[in-house]
């Protein structure tokens, strides 16, 4: 092989990486939880990421807990529904911007559900509708982190105000997303039917708030 052309080719296949990680988004934002006190209900000052402002929704939501147990050392701080009276839904909101959850967009969080508890996605668009997703991340005996590919996922709108889900809604524009959270559609069991979230992650685009 002549030179000019060894070096075209490495050159080439330099670019593929770049080229190749361009189309899947960024992170958008992480939300961990401040390393404080537990709490019930979860307010903003437990918000660790100073871009993100809470949203709590629901008959229930005056009762989501900010939770953490001495024991086992390893015990997270995190979301707990297990005293909700009500339906609940907890969502987070970028102060700067909205996000484009097309593509190649996931969602991952680290949960763990008791009894017959389903962790479900809900998003709300920039049009004001609000969706939750059919598929949820359900019962496990310890912490287990889930991936969601939003372009595998299938939608119904949501009631914010009961928070129940109304009817199937086929390819909802995702190009444009407010605020993006969690709920179970059910109120809680204490430990034995409950749901428990230590963290979320969104990979999206951002788009500028106007």
């Not at 939770?67 to 700067?96: E, F, M, R, V």
Request: aromatic share 10%; glycine share 6%.
């Amino acid at each position: 092989m002549r030179p000019k052309l060894i070096i075209a080719f490495i050159a080439t296949v330099s670019v593929f990486p770049s080229l190749y990680s361009q189309y899947r988004p960024v992170l958008f934002f992480r939300e961990d939880w401040k390393e404080i006190p537990a709490a019930t209900p979860v307010t903003q000052k437990h918000v660790a990421n100073p871009d993100l402002i809470l949203g709590l929704y629901g008959s229930g939501c005056d009762s989501i807990k900010k939770s953490h147990h001495d024991t086992p050392a390893d015990d997270p701080y995190y979301i707990w529904s297990g005293l909700c009276q009500g339906n609940w839904a907890l969502t987070l909101k970028h102060s700067k911007s909205y996000v484009d959850l097309t593509g190649y967009a996931k969602i991952m969080w680290r949960s763990k559900q008791a009894g017959i508890r389903c962790l479900h996605i809900v998003l709300k668009l920039a049009d004001g509708t609000w969706l939750v997703s059919s598929q949820g991340d359900c019962i496990s005996r310890d912490w287990r982190i889930t991936e969601f590919n939003l372009t595998d996922l299938s939608w119904y709108t949501l009631n914010i105000k009961s928070v129940i889900e109304i009817k199937p809604v086929k390819d909802p524009d995702l190009s444009k997303v407010d605020e993006i959270g969690f709920t179970d559609l059910m109120t809680g069991g204490a430990s034995d039917a409950c749901s428990r979230l230590d963290w979320i992650e969104v990979y999206g685009k951002p788009v500028p708030r106007k």
